[in-house]
């Protein structure tokens, strides 16, 4: 399976799935944004959970984009489009916006978290940012 995550449970707004809850809180059968059929954004429910521990100063990487929107995710992470967050870089595009800084950060708060939506895409929104999933099996 792919490896990455959405950043650590803490209360950083980077750490927020879908209709802003908290990663680390969510559960199955909860309520986030993700990607219909169409294309359209759709409340689905969360079908799986997913988690992996790590020693304290994990690295991450927050990035930030143009628009203003930023997320912190595990370098491993899929993109919407299938590409890894951590190769990544200021200037490329991701979900419709220009990445203005990609800054490796340290987690301390013990692991990375994802979810796998229900529906046919495996994509949904973490603060407000589309992204794929580390769950989803194509």
Same mark, same amino acid.
């Given at each position: 399976?792919?490896?990455?995550?959405?950043g650590?449970?803490?209360?950083?707004?980077?750490r927020?799935?879908?209709?802003?809850?908290r990663?680390a809180?969510?559960?199955?059968?909860?309520?986030?944004?993700?990607?219909?059929?169409?294309?359209?954004?759709?409340?689905?429910?969360?079908?799986?959970?997913?988690?992996?521990?790590?020693?304290?100063?994990?690295?991450?990487?927050?990035?930030?984009?143009?628009?203003?929107?930023?997320?912190?995710?595990? =370098?491993?992470?899929?993109?919407?489009?299938?590409r890894?967050?951590?190769?990544?870089? =200021?200037?490329?595009?991701?979900d419709?916006?220009?990445?203005?800084?990609?800054?490796?950060?340290?987690?301390?708060?013990?692991?990375t978290?994802?979810?796998? =939506?229900?529906? =046919?895409?495996?994509?949904?929104?973490?603060?407000?940012?589309?992204l794929?999933?580390?769950?989803?099996e194509d």
């Amino acid at each position: 399976g792919r490896r990455g995550g959405v950043g650590g449970g803490g209360g950083a707004a980077a750490r927020r799935a879908g209709v802003g809850v908290r990663v680390a809180v969510v559960h199955v059968g909860g309520v986030v944004w993700a990607v219909a059929a169409d294309g359209s954004r759709a409340a689905c429910r969360v079908a799986a959970l997913g988690g992996v521990a790590f020693p304290p100063g994990h690295d991450a990487v927050r990035l930030a984009l143009a628009d203003g929107r930023s997320v912190t995710v595990s =370098p491993g992470h899929p993109t919407a489009d299938g590409r890894i967050v951590g190769r990544l870089r =200021p200037g490329d595009r991701l979900d419709g916006a220009t990445i203005i800084s990609a800054v490796t950060v340290h987690l301390t708060d013990g692991g990375t978290y994802d979810l796998l =939506p229900s529906g =046919p895409t495996g994509r949904y929104w973490a603060d407000g940012i589309l992204l794929g999933c580390t769950l989803w099996e194509d």
